[in-house]
T-cell receptor
Framework: GQQVMQIPQYQHVQEGEDFTTYCNSS?????IQWYKQRPGGHPVFLIQ?????EVKKQKRLTFQFGEAKKNSSLHITATQTTDVGTYFC?????????FGSGTKLNVKP | DTAVSQTPKYLVTQMGNDKSIKCEQN?????MYWYKQDSKKFLKIMFS???????INETVPNRFSPKSPDKAHLNLHINSLELGDSAVYFC???????????FGPGTRLLVL
């Protein structure tokens, strides 16, 4: 099946540092979604990007869709311990969602 | 009120057994999904139903059979459980196919 490449696999940061995860696809995407899964929890929808070059912000989180709609990034400014979890991108293709492998973020207080 | 609920939360069973997982959503959504998340946290879609009709059936062994009695429910029956079936199974729903998904809390299945 289709696999979305997501890097890095793990990221350990000190509280207050920034964090970025990247998602890359070999095909042009119609849209991309981002989800967060806390340890022991379930994926929770964060945002959807649709337009080429789109940038959306949610407080300390900045989401970007590449100009060619083949990649996306999630950037967290000044991480907090509440940001701990695994961040997934998900590309939609004919109503199927293909999730990236996820980036596990650990934030040291 | 829980939007998407699953039962049971935990399931420990022996190899060869048959088991079912149930999912219910009270969001009024038309589309429901089953995902499998393995120990490496890969989330893979298994099935999707829209208005009680199967619309997505990924490469899943025939031992897995989904059933949607109505739009609010999607159950998953697994025959002849194998060790490799151990995983967390998530149910999700969306207003329509391809739209934002809302996940249930997951069912942690352990096959011994």
């Amino acid at each position: 099946g289709q696999q979305v490449m997501q890097i890095p696999q793990y990221q350990h940061v000190q509280e207050g540092e920034d964090f970025t995860t990247y998602c890359n696809s070999s095909t042009t995407l119609s849209n991309i979604q981002w989800y967060k899964q806390r340890p022991g929890g379930h994926p929770v929808f964060l945002i959807q990007l649709v337009k080429s070059g789109e940038v959306k912000k949610q407080k300390r989180l900045t989401f970007q869709f590449g100009e060619a709609k083949k990649n996306s990034s999630l950037h967290i400014t000044a991480t907090q311990t509440t940001d701990v979890g695994t961040y997934f991108c998900a590309e939609e293709n004919f109503n199927k969602f293909y999730f990236g492998s996820g980036t596990k973020l650990n934030v040291k207080p | 009120d829980t939007a998407v609920s699953q039962t049971p939360k935990y399931l420990v069973t022996q190899m060869g057994n048959d088991k079912s997982i149930k999912c219910e959503q009270n969001l009024g959504h038309d589309t429901m999904y089953w995902y499998k998340q393995d120990s490496k946290k890969f989330l893979k879609i298994m099935f999707s139903y829209n208005n009680k009709e199967l619309i997505i059936n990924e490469t899943v062994p025939n031992r897995f059979s989904p059933k949607s009695p109505d739009k609010a429910h999607l159950n998953l029956h697994i025959n002849s459980l194998e060790l490799g079936d151990s995983a967390v199974y998530f149910c999700a729903s969306s207003q329509a196919p391809g739209e934002t998904q809302y996940f249930g809390p997951g069912t942690r299945l352990l096959v011994l």
